[in-house]
């Protein structure tokens, strides 16, 4: 079975530029959440989408939103980029929300000039 | 708001030395509990899920043992070996969050010949 998908893996944008990022969860898998990742800041939760739903938010600017497609494959996007927003985006899967386990895809490199 | 401590925040170790890797957490209701490895510039690789109603789970030369009450989880890696070396990432999910996971900073591990 083939695991989590990201694209691109690597993206450099401008300041002011906006960004869209792709996912594709492991098959059957219905819920996508996305994570942003600095050295700084750690690993903080953006959102999660189960059944093209939002069900969950975390503490980031409006610039910041995602959706689900009736595929379950995701997207984020991130408008206005600042310099701050450099960091690496990851997606993670799992079959449903709550309880089960989380399977992470390897992450898309933002960097923001 | 759930907080997620990891000590200690990096060690280092000879290979062949049995270790253990610290968790906790400040609010105990939790759905589960999952162990990471990252390594630099990777995507996570889950390594155990405990769940809220377990005490621990074993997979090959892991160990991991959640207590609830407490608000503590251990990683218990044994035969340690160069390969082990990477960053080991807990994090919970719980209460009205559905699959937020709220990540501890990280333990940076490395495993000299």
Same mark, same amino acid.
């Given at each position: 079975?083939?695991?989590?998908?990201?694209?691109?893996?690597?993206? *450099?944008?401008?300041?002011?530029?906006?960004?869209?990022?792709?996912?594709?969860? *492991?098959?059957? $898998?219905?819920?996508?959440?996305?994570?942003?990742?600095?050295?700084?800041?750690?690993?903080?939760?953006?959102?999660?989408?189960?059944?093209?739903?939002?069900?969950?938010?975390?503490?980031?600017?409006?610039?910041?939103?995602?959706? +689900?497609?009736?595929?379950?494959?995701?997207?984020?996007?991130?408008?206005?980029?600042?310099?701050?927003?450099?960091?690496?985006?990851?997606?993670?899967?799992?079959?449903?929300?709550?309880?089960?386990? +989380?399977?992470?895809?390897?992450?898309?490199?933002?960097?923001?000039? | 708001?759930?907080?997620?401590?990891?000590?200690?925040?990096?060690?280092?170790?000879?290979?062949?030395?049995?270790?253990?890797?610290?968790?906790?957490?400040?609010?105990?209701?939790?759905?589960?509990?999952?162990? &990471?490895? +990252?390594?630099?510039?990777?995507?996570?690789?889950?390594?155990?899920?405990? +769940?809220?109603?377990?005490?621990?789970?074993?997979?090959?030369?892991?160990?991991?043992?959640?207590?609830?009450?407490?608000?503590?989880?251990?990683?218990? *890696?044994?035969?340690?070996?160069p390969g082990d070396s990477?960053?080991?990432?807990?994090?919970?999910?719980?209460?009205?969050?559905?699959?937020?996971?709220? &990540?501890?900073?990280?333990?940076?591990?490395?495993? $000299?010949?």
């Open positions: 079975k083939a695991g989590v998908t990201q694209t691109p893996r690597y993206l *450099i944008k401008t300041r002011g530029q906006q960004v869209t990022l792709s996912c594709s969860p *492991i098959s059957g $898998h219905r819920s996508v959440s996305w994570y942003q990742q600095t050295p700084g800041q750690g690993l903080q939760f953006l959102f999660e989408y189960f059944s093209e739903t939002q069900r969950n938010k975390g503490n980031f600017p409006g610039r910041f939103s995602g959706r +689900q497609f009736s595929n379950s494959r995701s997207e984020m996007n991130v408008s206005t980029l600042e310099l701050g927003d450099s960091a690496l985006y990851l997606c993670a899967s799992s079959l449903s929300t709550g309880v089960y386990e +989380q399977y992470f895809g390897p992450g898309t490199r933002l960097t923001v000039t | 708001k759930q907080e997620v401590t990891q000590i200690p925040a990096a060690l280092s170790v000879p290979e062949g030395e049995n270790l253990v890797l610290n968790c906790s957490f400040t609010d105990s209701a939790i759905y589960n509990l999952q162990w &990471f490895r +990252q390594d630099p510039g990777k995507g996570l690789t889950s390594l155990l899920l405990i +769940q809220s109603s377990q005490r621990e789970q074993t997979s090959g030369r892991l160990n991991a043992s959640l207590d609830k009450s407490s608000g503590r989880s251990t990683l218990y *890696i044994a035969a340690s070996q990477a960053t080991y990432l807990c994090a919970c999910a719980g209460g009205t969050s559905y699959g937020k996971l709220t &990540f501890g900073q990280g333990t940076i591990l490395t495993v $000299h010949p």
